[in-house]
């Protein structure tokens, strides 16, 4: 059964054999697991790689109090207002950690 799943949406609960089978595969050792058509990663590969690519935070819906002139100045800058507040708050706050760890 194939169905496609629109962003907001969640994907359908497992099925009772669903479980069973996962659950099994779990408990499997990890000898008893054909890796052969797999392939090794090269270092260069491995250099390649970039830790937190594909993270995404979870988002939490507040509601907040801004000044009017912020708002328009965020506005202003075009679609996307809230990504950019998310944005400077997350600048912020990573600078604050920083300096926290230094002293």
């Known amino acids: 059964m194939k169905t496609k799943l629109d962003k ?53 819906q507040i509601t907040a109090r801004v000044d009017a002139d912020v708002l328009d100045w965020l506005k202003s800058q075009g679609r996307g207002y809230q990504g950019r507040l998310n944005a400077i708050l997350r600048r912020e706050m990573l600078a604050s950690l920083k300096q926290a760890r230094r002293a």
């Open 8 to 60: 907001a949406e969640t994907p359908p609960a497992l099925t009772d054999a669903q479980r069973e089978h996962l659950a099994e595969l779990a408990a499997l050792p990890d000898e008893s697991i054909d890796t052969r058509d797999i392939p090794e990663l090269s270092d260069e590969a491995w250099a390649a790689g970039v830790r937190g690519r594909f993270y995404r935070p979870v988002k939490q």
